[in-house]
């Protein structure tokens, strides 16, 4: 039997320090973490039911779903469009804004999430996840469209991420800190097991897809030719390399020993800004980093105050360790104002 804290008393005792709150707020959570649970549940049995392999589908950014992407999805929306704390939500996996069925009740909140993010890895048995966002709704709107989910990401309420590994855990924040619970699967509870989690500031590990190497602008490249030169190059240290393919596990692996991740915007194709999804993933993980001590840039902007303007926007990503960061944005910063003195334009590299 465990004697620690429960999620859901933390968010029960996070709520009365809040003067005059009803309580919505709490239940969403409560409601959402549920939901983690039942994906928990389905990607630990995975082969035993059935549920690995593709959906014969694609999403809205054209990538191919796999069936337990279709399943996390629809365990998102049905356990969450009845509660009443919800306006409307947006997933990775739907086109368009989920409107609540007019049989329920409508509250004041709005949800994004990516269902199961790095799910390339589900077949082959390695840690995927759930990102989350939450909105207001602004004031006043009965009927949310895309534009009212179109806020930075200063404006979320609470972030956080169900990880699916070796032991479940979720993280989350409401911008006082950062703090991990792990699933206890006998008793069905998360409990406090990583309180007030901290990026380290410095770090010599870096995790970034290497084989897009030759598409990356010069800065990236310059960031990462000086970790692999290693004591012999200008950093004077030896650096760590990963790549899990699993943007949750490698925020869980900085928020656990420090790091720098990065998505940068490539050339493979000119008119995507970079891989990763500013609303859904950048955003909920930006706010996480921030509030565990660490930086979340594009390379030339900060994420949470990028201005969105499409809700499955794509935006390059730099996060991780403070100093790490800082040092990728002065490259690029270095980069931009030789550029601007006349050395040669990279076509379509984000400005
Ligand atoms: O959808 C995003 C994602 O799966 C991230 O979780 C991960 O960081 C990235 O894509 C992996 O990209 P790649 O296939 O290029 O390694």
Redesign the pocket.
Known sequence: MHNGTSLTQFIIEEQRRIPGATGDFTSLLNDIVTACKVIANAVSKGGLIGILGTAGSENVQGETQKKLDVIANDVLVRSMEWTGHLAAMASEEMEDVYRIPGRYPRGKYLLLF?PL????NIDVNVSVGTIFSVLRCPEGVDEPAVEHFLQPGTEQVCAGYAIYGPSTMLVLTTGHGVNGFTLDREIGEFVLTHPDMQVPAETSEFAI?VS?ERFWEAPVQRYVRECLQGEEGPRGRNFNMR?V????A?VHRILTRGGIFM?PWDRRDPSKPG??RLMY?ANPMAMIVEQAGGAASTGRARILEVRPTELHQRVPVVLGSREEVERVVRYHREHDRARARGGSPVEGAPV
């Open positions: 990516d993010d790095g799910s390339s897809n897009n790549w393919a699993s943007m949750v490698e998505y891989r990763l993933e």
